[in-house]
């Protein structure tokens, strides 16, 4: 069973800091690449960066430059730099990866819980 579990949110000031983990349990960690994806109120859930299971990394244009992403593979942890925060960056982060389920034959995605982070003015 994969499970994923988002810790670390918060209320910061903007132009602060935040970290965000998430831990995966029930996947070969070092083998699956890892994204981190949000979503404010009233809007779609969008994607935020990832790294690929080569540890790659790729950012949406809105936080390149801000957030970085990173793993620990040894500890099954990924991790999300949040840097000059803005108050539009306000919304629940959520972790993400994915797994062929062979039971369904098809790839399946896997959530965390989310995690709140809140920026203000």
């Known amino acids: 069973q994969v499970q994923l579990v988002e810790s670390g949110g918060g209320l910061v000031q903007a132009g602060g800091s935040l970290r965000l983990s998430c831990a995966a349990t029930?996947?070969?960690?070092?083998?699956?690449?890892m994204r981190w994806y949000r979503q404010a109120p009233g809007k779609q859930r969008e994607w935020v960066g990832g790294?690929?299971?080569?540890?790659?990394?790729n950012y949406a244009d809105s936080v390149k430059g801000r957030f970085t992403i990173s793993r620990d593979n040894p500890e099954n942890t990924v991790i999300l730099y949040l840097n000059s925060l803005k108050p539009e960056d306000t919304a629940v982060y959520y972790c993400?990866?994915?797994?062929?389920?062979?039971?369904?034959?098809?790839?399946?995605?896997?959530w965390g819980q989310g995690t709140q982070v809140t920026v203000s003015s």
């Open positions: 790294l690929s299971s080569g540890g790659w990394p």
């Open positions: 029930g996947i070969i960690f070092s083998g699956n690449a």
């Open positions: 993400n990866t994915q797994k062929f389920d062979y039971t369904l034959g098809k790839v399946v995605d896997y």
